[in-house]
């Protein structure tokens, strides 16, 4: 075990660590940690000084229990400590544990990085070389290539950004001083599990800042469900090994409810006067219910099916509407987050030759500030339109308060917060809320 490192080692270990998770970037949807899904949530670039959690233990002291822990869980004494050997707290994850984005990027500006003309050329050419591998995991898990090529491609743009983090630094800095200690905790014995279990050595071990592994972004417990050894050389190497890479995310998103031969969805067209409240992700109706209510695919014809779905606007009834099925469902297991979730639907829809989004962007929409947001809550609250917490996150509760408000003054009830919205408010309410 090694004392805790100095305040000055740390302060230059800032600087010198690569900097963010992703280069795919968080989605600009906030997504929850929730175990069961394979990443925890991750914050985009810092803008906001960082509060970190004040640890209540000496890092000496708490590495102490935390090795008598995992060896009471049948962890090698071996593999503690030759993964603790070299040990870093790293002032760079605590920042971007505790940052807060001030811009969320406007979803067509997230999909716009995620999936365009230069992701889909080299994904076609990533299914071309990889053909006979892709389609051996897609005939035994009903997961087609072009799906998971598109995680591949979301996540690390084919492997190339994987994250340049130790994951034993990065979820030991977590567990230790970040603000969900306990979760980070569960992850980072799991990370010794698999490193107990040979499959990858300590060093190798990177991923993002959050502790999201190799090619996958699995998170430690998630690797532990779903990792596949597939090249058969003994190991599960989601880091090295396109075979094991494949195989992994078919194993999980099969895991997560993928129905084989079905689609995830598509884009659709809405008539006047659709009830634009009911497009909630969490609204699901039966197609029936939709077909009477006008909505139908982009390009012509009748929805297809009968199993329950929802509609989903990113960007309100200016921008295009999808109609999502079990199969994005299945997609935002992997990442709780809608924009994530259409940013691999879509990109596999291009990679299988599909067009892309017909329906044009807001685009002239700029993003609110956190400050703006929150005050956008604050206002709605006192309108009493209950938008619950003023968290500066924009839910489906804001959303909802938002549509209220909207409908209360004779507008289309799409629940997008825009300026334009905001300014409204700033109008009907007079001045701002004391709580500021
Ligand atoms: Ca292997």
Known sequence: MRPLLSLPVRLLLATTILAGCQTTGAPPVSATTTSGTAKASAASAASVAPAPVQPAVSFADWLKALRAEALGQGIRAQTFDR?????????????????????????WQYLDSAVNDRRVQAGRQRIQDNGALLRRVSQRSGVPAEILVAFWGVETDFG?????????????????????????RTE??????????????????????????GQTQFMPTIFLKHATDEDGDGRRDIWGSLPDVFASTARFVQANGWRSGERWGEEVTLPAGFPYEQAEYNITKPMADWRRLGVRPVNGGELAGEEPAAVLMLAGAQGPAFLVRENFRAIMKYNPSTSYALAVALLSD???????????WPRHEPALSR??????????????????????????????????????????????????????????AGPAPAAG
């Open 188 to 213: 980072l014995l799991a990370a010794l599990r698999i490193l107990d279990s040979g499959d990858i050595p300590p060093e190798r071990m990177s991923g993002s800042w959050a502790g999201a592994m």
């Open 350 to 360: 291009r990679l299988a030759g599909r067009s892309g989004v017909q329906g044009s």
């Open 371 to 428: 400050d703006e947001r929150i005050e956008l809550q604050e206002r709605l609250a006192s309108l009493g339109m209950e938008p619950g917490t003023a968290d500066g996150i924009v839910g489906a509760n804001t959303r909802n308060a938002v549509r209220r408000f909207q409908k209360s003054i004779g507008a289309v009830p799409d629940g997008f917060a825009t300026k334009s919205l905001l300014e409204r408010l700033r109008q009907s």
């Open 160 to 184: 190339n950004f994987t994250g340049g983090f130790s994951v034993v630094d990065a979820l030991t800095t977590l567990a230790y001083e970040g603000r969900r200690a306990s979760y980070f």
């Open 83 to 107: 993964a603790f050997a070299n040990v870093k707290l790293s002032d760079r994850v605590v920042e971007l544990d505790s940052s807060q984005p001030e811009f969320n990027r406007q979803p």
